[in-house]
């Protein structure tokens, strides 16, 4: 639901949360999110296909950068999480 209480449009993508700094997402809160084993997500950013960035052997995801990654997957019809 929006927050006025209204659902999203049927074709839009599902909005990440920010974090629990506000920007930058850990492995675990997003995994949560995309209902994803943290291993698998490990396993996108080794492969390079999801946008992410390392804090010293940290990986975090930047908010935005995941969010229009997932839009664009998720307009063009493919599973966001294949």
Request: aromatic share 6%; with cysteine; hydrophobic share 35%.
């Amino acid at each position: 639901m929006t927050t006025d209480g209204r659902l999203p449009p049927v074709n839009s993508s599902p909005t990440i949360p920010p974090g629990a700094d506000g920007t930058l997402l850990t492995v675990s809160e997003l995994a949560a999110f995309l209902a994803v084993q943290e291993q698998t997500l490990r396993a996108w950013c080794a492969r390079k296909e999801i946008p992410h960035g390392r804090i010293g052997r940290e990986i975090r995801f930047d908010r935005d950068q995941v969010q229009d990654w997932l839009d664009r997957r998720w307009s063009a019809g493919t599973d966001p999480v294949s």
